[in-house]
């Protein structure tokens, strides 16, 4: 078990590095790296401290306490997938509501030139 | 231009992707059965001579700047007109099916009745239409799933030969479905307590072209559209003041007065 939390300590330094990294870089905004940050803390936190990770196998009412984690890693995941679908459908509306207003404004812009000229 | 002439104005649109097989004939066969009505081509980033071709016919060209599907295409036509001081908008499909003939009655029913949306119905009309058994299936489903949502019967939910007026308009300007609009549409007007009605048309053979949805796409169809008529009876709303009209008219004053 001890080998699998080394594991997961070292995918948790590597993960808030590509986070630190890529909002440095502006890869990613600062709102949307919270949830990662805090995924990320979290499974770091639960990989150091063995006897919250044990207390949270107890809570949760399971055999292992690396399942416990998988379990918390898949949750988090979930989470943030679904915020991930929010966002793009939103950027999506957003998307065509711009795609229509700029076709409106060229066709305007085009009869404007055509009187003018 | 296609700015609205005066109170009353029409305007036929046309959405189009890839019908350059049909649309000048279409634009064409819509300009002498309308003489003086602007025909608006919205074209869906075709990647053939659509625009060419319907503009050479005597079309108005509205190019999106990407793809965004029938639902967005017909949308921006119906955010164009709304701005433009339109009282009737009549949709025309691009591949030559509907009979631009049928458009005067369906103008005059939207004038006489005051309802708010009027569907060219393929079923009981004049023309030999036929369909495939996929198809007639979905059309028959459809039918028994908005009868009580829509509180009367539809013949044909699916046809895209539809006339809206301006408080339709004003609806779609704002709220509209992007993929497989037509049966969604009808739960949204209905949302609104706005009226619809059918009369029989004729339905021709398409001019070029094939039918994009497949017996494989029709299942994804149905539960798409079935999806999408739940959620528009279920969503929620909130009451959002509409975009000022660059062009007023004189029934943009009864604007809003349906709004549920």
């Known amino acids: 078990m001890d080998r699998l939390l080394h594991v997961t300590t070292g995918v948790s330094i590597l993960l808030l590095a590509i986070i630190l990294v890529s909002l440095r870089r502006a890869h990613i905004r600062a709102e949307y790296s919270v949830t990662w940050l805090a995924a990320s803390v979290a499974m770091l936190v639960l990989s150091l401290w063995h006897g919250l990770l044990d207390a949270v196998r107890s809570l949760l009412g399971l055999p292992d306490s690396p399942l416990a984690l998988f379990l918390l890693g898949a949750a988090g995941l979930l989470v943030l997938a679904f915020r991930s679908s929010v966002v793009i459908s939103h950027l999506r509306d957003n998307n065509i509501a711009l795609a229509q207003r700029v076709a409106i404004l060229e066709h305007r812009l085009r009869d404007l030139e055509k009187h003018e000229g | ?260």
């Open chain 2, 1 to 260: 231009m296609i700015r609205a002439n005066g109170p009353g104005a029409l305007l036929v649109i046309v959405p189009a992707f890839n019908e350059e097989g049909a649309i000048g004939q279409v634009v064409r066969s819509v300009k002498e059965a309308m003489p003086g009505v602007p025909v608006l081509v919205i074209d869906d980033c075709s990647n053939d001579s659509t625009v060419g071709l319907a503009a050479a016919a005597g079309g108005e060209i509205l190019p999106l700047p990407h793809h965004l599907g029938l639902g967005g295409c017909l949308q921006a036509g119906y955010k164009l007109a709304y701005e433009m001081g339109y009282e009737y908008v009549i949709r025309v499909d691009g591949d030559g099916q509907h009979d631009p003939r049928d458009i005067p009655r369906l103008l005059d029913r939207l004038r006489q009745t005051g309802c708010e949306m009027v569907i060219g119905c393929r079923t009981s009309g004049n023309g030999a239409w036929r369909t495939g058994w996929v198809r007639a299936l979905g059309i028959w489903f459809f039918r028994l799933v908005l009868r009580p949502i829509l509180g009367k019967p539809v013949r044909d939910p699916t046809s895209g030969f539809v006339g809206v007026n301006r408080r339709a308009l004003d609806v779609f300007s704002r709220s509209f479905p992007l993929e497989y609009p037509e049966i969604e549409a009808l739960v949204v007007l209905q949302r609104r307590r706005f009226r619809f009605e059918e009369i029989p048309c004729r339905m021709r053979p398409r001019l070029a072209g094939r039918s994009t949805l497949t017996a494989r796409k029709s299942l994804y169809y149905m539960v798409h559209v079935l999806l999408g008529v739940f959620v528009n009876v279920l969503k929620y709303e909130r009451r959002r003041p509409s975009p000022a009209p660059a062009v007023k008219s004189q029934g943009d004053d009864k604007r809003g007065d349906k709004e549920v």
